[in-house]
């Protein structure tokens, strides 16, 4: 059974950095895209970044820039290096992975999910 649990998650002032790891287990799937997404308490769950098996990459608009998603196949691991953390990148940061490569950072094409990790970001 798959599994994936995040890690890196912290406090940080704004400007600062944070680097969120997510260490894939037990998959099968040959074809896997995975991504990172982030919620608020009371909002929607939102697709952050997102990276398909050959390496094509995704970024929402409001991250673009700033933060950088990357794998390394080897240690099967998902990063996520986020620089200048502003007050609205506080959330719960989840990765997620999808089994026939999808680009797309919506959430109803991610199977299984890790249990987040807070990030909280002070002014």
């Known amino acids: 059974q798959e599994q994936l649990l995040e890690s890196g998650g912290g406090s940080v002032q704004a400007g600062g950095t944070l680097t969120l790891s997510c260490v894939i287990s037990?998959?099968?799937?040959?074809?896997?895209?995975m991504a990172w997404f982030r919620q608020v308490y009371g909002k929607e769950r939102e697709g952050v970044a997102g990276i398909t098996l050959p390496g094509y990459i995704t970024y929402a608009d409001y991250v673009r820039g700033r933060f950088t998603i990357s794998k390394d196949d080897a240690k099967n691991t998902l990063y996520l290096q986020m620089r200048d953390l502003q007050p609205e990148d506080t959330a719960i940061y989840f990765c997620?992975?999808?089994?026939?490569?999808?680009?797309?950072?919506?959430?109803?094409?991610?199977?299984?999910w890790g249990q987040g990790t807070q990030v909280t970001v002070s002014s």
């Open positions: 037990g998959y099968t799937y040959s074809g896997y895209s």
């Open positions: 997620a992975t999808n089994s026939w490569g999808t680009r797309s950072l919506l959430e109803r094409y991610y199977e299984v």
